[in-house]
């Protein structure tokens, strides 16, 4: 049974450019949510997915987006990348009928911009 | 606005010692009360959750938290550490607003020493 997977591990990229991460949700979860870890800090919440569609949001800009495909896989998308956005992206799956929205968690994408 | 307090930033034990580490929210709804931890190099992992029922649960490895509902806090116990408790913890926080919104805490390093 595999986890959630994510895709790059690492990657850097220069302030302006764009950058798409990628999730695969643990087998038979149908729900994804996105989190931005910065350094010494815990996760924060920037949006979470359900039947292709976002569902809730935490305070990010817009140029934080996100798309979630029928297989139940997502991405974030990330405009305009500024020096801020270096940060650890976290995926996590979860079952939008799960009483205690208990998630299960992918190793994270490390992004660096320059 | 929602908020997560970890009393701690960095606790060193002693092997075989008790610890307690404080986690108090800010919201008057309905949450669902998580410990998830960090070994190093690995994934976020789910400790111990609470929803509904005994407020005293008990997690992985001799873990347990108390949520007492009038102090909106859950503290995280465990009565002797091991060096292989060595980590990061985090409180989390899922609100049901529509769909589950998780807000964590900063983190609470913790070095067991052997």
């Known amino acids: 049974d595999a986890g959630v997977t994510q895709s790059p591990t690492h990657l850097i990229k220069t302030r302006g450019q764009q950058v798409t991460l990628r999730c695969s949700p643990k087998?038979?979860?149908?729900?994804v949510s996105w989190y931005q870890q910065a350094l010494g800090q815990g996760p924060q919440f920037i949006f979470q997915?359900?039947?292709?569609?976002?569902?809730q949001r935490g305070n990010f800009p817009d140029r934080f987006s996100g798309h979630q495909f029928p297989n139940y896989s997502s991405e974030l998308n990330v405009n305009a990348l500024l020096l801020g956005d270096s940060a650890l992206y976290l995926c996590?799956?979860?079952?939008?009928?799960?009483?205690?929205?208990?998630?299960?968690f992918g190793p994270g994408t490390r992004l660096t911009v320059t | 606005a929602q908020s997560v307090s970890q009393h701690n930033h960095h606790v060193i034990l002693s092997e075989a010692a008790s610890l307690e580490l404080g986690c108090n929210y800010s919201?008057?709804?309905?949450?669902?009360l998580f410990w998830y931890v960090q070994y190093p190099g690995q994934h976020l992992q789910l400790l111990l959750k609470?929803?509904?029922?005994?407020?005293l649960v008990k997690g992985i490895k001799g873990f347990e938290a108390e949520f007492i509902k009038s102090k909106f806090s859950f503290n995280l116990r465990k009565p002797s550490v091991q060096w292989s408790d060595t980590a990061e913890y985090f409180c989390?926080?899922?609100?049901?607003?529509?769909?589950?919104?998780?807000?964590f805490g900063a983190g609470t390093r913790l070095f067991v020493k052997a």
């Open positions: 996590a799956s979860s079952l939008v009928t799960g009483k205690s929205g208990e998630q299960y």
């Open positions: 087998s038979g979860h149908d729900t």
């Open positions: 997915y359900y039947e292709e569609e976002e569902r």
């Open positions: 919201y008057g709804g309905t949450v669902n």
């Open positions: 609470y929803f509904s029922g005994d407020p």
């Open positions: 989390a926080v899922t609100l049901n607003t529509g769909g589950f919104k998780t807000i």
